[in-house]
């Protein structure tokens, strides 16, 4: 029997209500939302630090609303990595907005133990050195020790327990994307942990359904001129359909705009890949040099002969750290004579923040070479530049104090100098470092907390 | 002629390195593709945008490329001063090769 899992979110901010079709068309046996991207987790923690009830994704409100109702009615699992920085709210909001809605007997599982934050002294005393990746630095180390995350990326192992015990939601933190869509195939084949070759198609296929539209023809070079633009917003997102020996069919939710090609698989394939021989994961390296893509009929391109290895013996973590804070202006100058006004403008800015303690200043010009830098020489004499600058500093005062120093040079600036209002207006964001490192899998260990409605 | 006549693809982040999928339109294209468009090439053409190394995988199952791009985000999304800071252009960038 073809056991099907359906993609309604790749980031947080996605549109989670493309799962309320999946669910009432009968299509699919269960429904995965990924919300995290390495930003997200950075951009939760202020909410968190504003109110600790908060540090979850605001689409798992839409989500318990909505989608919940319907799903809990069909017996279908929804399984989410929404709850971010702090999972155990977020169970607690879709327990108070079931309850609200009448639903009853609902079982609800919360995944916690990604959040090392509070341990990463503990660790290091323990022996974990916590390496940079792609460094070599260690933790203790490093200067800037301002951490305000550090989560583990978890593999599937404590969502297949839920399911298995029953879980109608399952709500964790950090879980490794493809492991969210991986942990419903092993919980209802009952795959053996060590049987790598089927972990892998699972992770193969929970990497293609991850990142819901730009499998479907969003985000595609190779679709671009067989996409209605008018389709883009409404793409009926993934659905695999996937047999008892891993390999898979992927589609997506029928009689909707979009399509699944072998190019948009190809592309969607090595997306943020780096050795497809072994992409890691913390539960089987994966191979993606064996697997076979072949054509299914219309929007269907199946998938085989997928190969793994032994897991890896560490986990990956991700630390967080706050690094300062960035502005950003944009000035325009046209004809004559527009690079001796640019010109002016980096000198004149200079003498305004001569003082000040501004840490790194970078100019780009926008539609000439803010994209491709060295790749774009610049025009000799355009008759027309948009120069972006952006500055840093350690605190927002500086900042503050920085852009309207040069704001106060309104009517002593070069020649038919303009800057655009919004950036003007603008609040400075912070700058979020992250120092992903690795750790033994033996000290991280996942809890699962069940709420019953 | 520029590669793209030769191919497509997509760019990714992780931190500060990119990745570029470079996939062939045709099975002889891929064969051109690997031949000839090797690391150093790479490293070459995106000049000071990428400073650390670039690393080639090969996909003979797919008829693809990919290549990894060390130190080629400015610090990476959370950090860069770019205005693409996830890079997302970057495919663009490589397809943008002259290719003969």
Known sequence: ?453 | MKLYDLAYGRAGDKGSIANISVIARSPEAYQQLKARLTAERVKRHFGDLVKGEVVRYELDNIEALNFVLHDALDGGATRSLRIDGLGKSLAGALLYMDWD
Request: charged letters at 20%.
């Open chain 1, 1 to 453: 029997m073809t056991y099907r899992v359906g993609s309604a979110q790749g980031f947080y901010g996605d549109d989670v209500t493309r799962a309320l079709p999946m669910i009432e068309g009968g299509h699919v046996d269960i429904v995965c939302f990924e919300a995290l991207s390495e930003l997200t987790l950075a951009i939760l923690q202020k909410d968190r630090l504003a109110n600790p009830q908060r540090g979850y994704t605001f689409d798992l409100a839409i989500i318990a609303r909505q989608i919940l109702p319907k799903a809990y009615e069909r017996k279908i699992p929804l399984v989410t990595n929404g709850g971010g920085l702090n999972p155990q709210a977020a169970a607690e909001m879709a327990r108070d907005t079931a309850a609200k809605m009448g639903l009853h007997g609902l079982k609800i599982a919360c995944v916690t133990g990604d959040d090392v934050l509070a341990r990463l002294d503990a660790l290091q005393a323990a022996g974990e050195e916590l390496a940079n990746i792609e460094t070599g630095e260690r933790l203790a180390d490093t200067p800037n020790q301002n951490f305000v995350t550090a989560n583990v990326y978890l593999g599937a192992a404590p969502i297949v327990e839920a399911l298995q015990n029953g879980a109608d939601m399952v709500i964790t933190g950090r879980v490794a994307d493809p492991c969210l869509y991986l942990a419903p195939l092993i919980a209802h084949y009952g795959w053996a942990w060590d049987d790598w070759n089927k972990l892998a198609s699972g992770i193969v296929c929970g990497h293609l359904l991850e990142c819901t539209g730009q499998v479907v023809g969003g985000n595609s070079l190779a679709a671009m001129n067989n996409i209605n633009p008018r389709h883009l917003p409404h793409l009926g997102y993934p659905i695999a359909n996937v047999e008892a020996d891993g390999s898979f069919v992927l589609t997506k939710m029928p009689g909707t705009p979009g399509c699944v090609t072998m190019e948009t698989v190809k592309e969607q394939l090595l997306y943020e890949v780096h050795d497809p021989r072994s992409y890691l994961t913390p539960d089987v390296a994966a191979d993606f040099t064996t697997l076979r893509l072949s054509p299914d009929g219309e929007n269907r391109i199946s998938v085989s002969r997928v190969t793994g290895k032994l897991r890896p013996d560490t986990l990956k973590v991700n630390i967080g750290r706050l690094e300062g804070y960035m502005r950003e202006l944009i000035f325009t100058f046209g004809y004559p004579e527009v690079w001796r006004k640019v010109d002016m403008l980096k000198a004149m800015i200079a003498e305004s923040w001569r003082d000040l303690p501004i840490r790194r200043v970078e100019y780009s010009y926008l539609g000439m070479n803010s994209l491709f830098g060295s790749l774009a020489p610049l025009p000799d004499d355009p008759l027309e530049v948009v120069a972006r600058v952006l500055f840093t500093a350690d605190d927002t005062d500086t900042l503050k104090t920085a852009v309207r120093r040069v704001m106060a040079n309104g009517l002593s600036c070069p020649p038919g100098m303009s800057v655009s209002g919004t950036t003007v207006g603008a609040e400075p964001r912070p700058v979020l470092g992250l120092f992903p490192a690795l750790v033994s899998r033996e000290v991280v260990t996942p809890e699962i907390h069940y709420i019953e409605v």
